[in-house]
């Protein structure tokens, strides 16, 4: 079964860091692009970060300069360091992976359940 799972979520004050983790599993042969995505309540999932396979990262402006994204090819996991927090980053944070697996030809897109991050001023 090919899963992503996220971990590294939790309550962190204004102007603090937690960093998230997710790891992919199952019959997964390349990853292709990671990108973390986040919900906060009434709003609509957006784009936090991305990495390609290849190590080009993209940002959302309003996490530039405090967000790193990175991956582990080698342990098929992807990485946000979060720095300087704030209040409206609280949201429901999303790993999402483009996976090669044995029985697909072409990459399929994965989510993983969610990791809530709670910010406080």
């Known amino acids: 079964q090919v899963q992503l799972v996220e971990s590294g979520g939790g309550l962190a004050q204004a102007g603090g860091s937690l960093t998230l983790s997710c790891v992919a599993s199952g019959t997964i042969f390349r990853i292709g692009a990671m990108r973390w995505y986040r919900q906060a309540p009434g709003k609509q999932r957006e784009l936090v970060a991305g990495i390609t396979s290849g190590g080009r990262t993209n940002y959302a402006d309003s996490v530039k300069g405090r967000f790193t994204i990175s991956r582990d090819n080698a342990k098929k996991m992807v990485y946000l360091q979060m720095n300087s927090l704030k209040p409206e980053d609280t949201a429901v944070y999303y790993c999402?992976?483009?996976?090669?697996?044995?029985?697909?030809?072409?990459?399929?897109?994965?989510w993983g359940q969610g990791t809530q991050v709670t910010v406080s001023s």
């Open positions: 999402y992976a483009d996976l090669f697996t044995y029985s697909s030809g072409s990459p399929v897109g994965y």
